[in-house]
């Protein structure tokens, strides 16, 4: 069982950078794969990116490429999503979930969520 609290979101002008954590609790974190999603009202939710167990394998969805970045240290159960060049259009609830095996992008692939945090850009 995996606990997973995110933080870090907020209210940003466009252009910004906001950093997201995602903090988790009970065993054996550094076996599970991670990733960060984002929805908005009445949309299914979107991949973000992924990250291996061990953080030596990223992927990016289009949309995000060149201005995310996906990290983890397994040392303090914590994966982050470093968010440059933000855009109005990345608003979003974003949400960090983990699975056991290998990455996936998609999202009912994952065994565990957290509550989500509320990223918004103004323009």
């Known amino acids: 069982q995996v606990q997973l609290v995110e933080s870090g979101g907020g209210l940003v002008q466009a252009g910004g950078s906001l950093r997201l954590s995602c903090a988790a609790s009970?065993?054996?974190?550094?076996?599970?794969?991670m990733g960060w999603f984002r929805q908005t009202p009445g949309k299914e939710r979107e991949f973000v990116a992924r990250i291996s167990w061990s953080g030596g394998n990223t992927y990016y969805s289009d949309s995000v490429l060149g201005r995310f970045t996906i990290s983890r240290d397994n040392a303090k159960n914590t994966v982050y999503l470093q968010m440059n060049s933000l855009k109005p259009e990345d608003t979003a609830v974003y949400f960090c979930a983990a699975r056991s095996g290998g990455p996936s992008s998609t999202y009912y692939e994952f065994d565990y969520w957290g509550q989500g945090t509320q990223v918004t850009v103004s323009s």
């Open positions: 009970g065993r054996a974190f550094s076996t599970y794969a």
